[in-house]
C-alpha cells in the first residue's frame, strides 16, 4: 500500500486528496509509531555485544600479543575464552579506544 501511494504521488503530483482531520492525527500516529519501532531495533541491534579474535584486537587496537597478555593480567582487558580460543569484547575494546587509559602509561613500560 505505501509503494501504491509513493507511486501515485510520483505519476500524479498534483493530485489532491482530501482526508479528514481525524484521518490526519490517526496516520501521524500510525508514522510516529512505526519511527519508534524501528529506532527502538537499531538501539536493540547496537547495544547486541560483539567478539573479535585476538589478532582483530591486536589491529584494532594497534598492540601487540605481549601487550594483550600483560593487559588480560592486570584485568585491563579480559578476554573471553570459548574453548582453547580467546575473543575480546568490542565493547571493552571501544572502552579503551574511548580512552579507558592505557596501564602501560601508568607503569611506565614500553608497549
Do not use: F, H
Amino acid at each position: 500500500m505505501d509503494k501504491d501511494l509513493i507511486a501515485l504521488a510520483k505519476a500524479c503530483p498534483g493530485l489532491q486528496v482530501t482526508i479528514t482531520l481525524g484521518e490526519l492525527v490517526e496516520a501521524n500516529r500510525l508514522l510516529i509509531a512505526e519511527a519508534k519501532r524501528e529506532l527502538e531495533q537499531e538501539i536493540a541491534d547496537s547495544k547486541a555485544e560483539t567478539y573479535v579474535s585476538r589478532a582483530q584486537a591486536m589491529q584494532i587496537l594497534g598492540k601487540g600479543s605481549t601487550t594483550l597478555w600483560r593487559w588480560k593480567k592486570l584485568g585491563y582487558l579480559v578476554p573471553v575464552t570459548v574453548g582453547a580460543i580467546d575473543r575480546y569484547r568490542m565493547s571493552d575494546i571501544r572502552r579503551i579506544m574511548e580512552g579507558g587509559g592505557d596501564p602501560a602509561a601508568q607503569e611506565g613500560d614500553a608497549v
